[in-house]
């Protein structure tokens, strides 16, 4: 079955540095790969989606790689504000079967004043 | 303002009682669908729905029902709610079904919590 693993719970940077977020999935591979946040107690908010046949897709300060023979996405904020503080999400399509998307558990990132 | 809503935003109920959590989207989108979101096992397919009168299992449907009889309309029902069933549900609408080969993103409602004591 499909996994997807994002390298960890949380991340702390200080303020004005470049967060790296990372997504590693296995068994499959996705057309795309989307990113998403969320905040707390609310519903996540798509931020970017990046196609297997694109190494990179770029918005204002953030950045996806999508590398597909390691299996890898990489989330970059650059110049991070605290109000960049949230939990990020990477979510694939399903393989077969249920027409939906699989998300991780997200990676918390904390931007340090 | 094109969005999801869910109601109640936050709910407290006894096992057994039955409830439900109404969603709805003004976006005319075809795809719902329900999700749960635990601590340490991120967010978890229960229901989708391809348009009305089409709805299929997630990941973890047990214990749940749903049912679109309107295009807008994608309520959640717990039949006879459980403790294991507290948690913090989404719902989720978008054009098309998010599958391989289509990239409709996906629009989420703000979020009901649920606990069930």
């Known amino acids: 079955s499909q996994k997807i693993e994002q390298n960890s719970e949380a991340l702390n940077i200080q303020e004005g540095k470049t967060a790296t977020l990372t997504c590693n999935y296995t068994?499959?591979?996705?057309?795309?790969l989307q990113w998403y946040r969320q905040d707390p107690g609310r519903g996540p908010v798509f931020l970017l989606l990046i196609r297997e046949n694109e190494k990179e897709k770029r918005k204002e300060r953030l950045k996806v790689t999508f590398d597909t023979t390691l299996k890898q996405s990489l989330f970059h904020i650059t110049a991070s504000q605290p109000a960049d503080s949230a939990t990020y999400l990477c979510a694939l399509p399903f393989q077969t079967g249920a027409n939906n998307l699989f998300f991780g558990t997200g990676t918390r990132l904390t931007v340090i004043p | 303002e094109a969005q999801v809503t869910q109601n109640p935003r936050y709910l407290i109920t006894v096992t057994g009682k039955k409830l439900t959590v109404t969603c709805s989207q003004n976006m005319n989108h075809e795809y719902m669908s329900w999700y749960r979101q635990d601590p340490g096992l991120g967010l978890r397919q229960i229901y989708y729905s391809m348009n009305v009168e089409a709805t299929d299992k997630g990941d973890v449907p047990e214990g749940y029902k749903v049912s679109r009889k309107e295009k807008r309309n994608f309520p959640l029902i717990l039949e006879s709610p459980s403790p294991n069933q507290t948690s913090l549900y989404f719902c989720a609408s978008s054009l098309g079904p998010t599958g391989r080969g289509r990239t409709d993103t996906q629009y989420f409602g703000p979020g009901t919590r649920l606990t069930v004591l």
């Open positions: 068994n499959y591979s996705p057309a795309y």
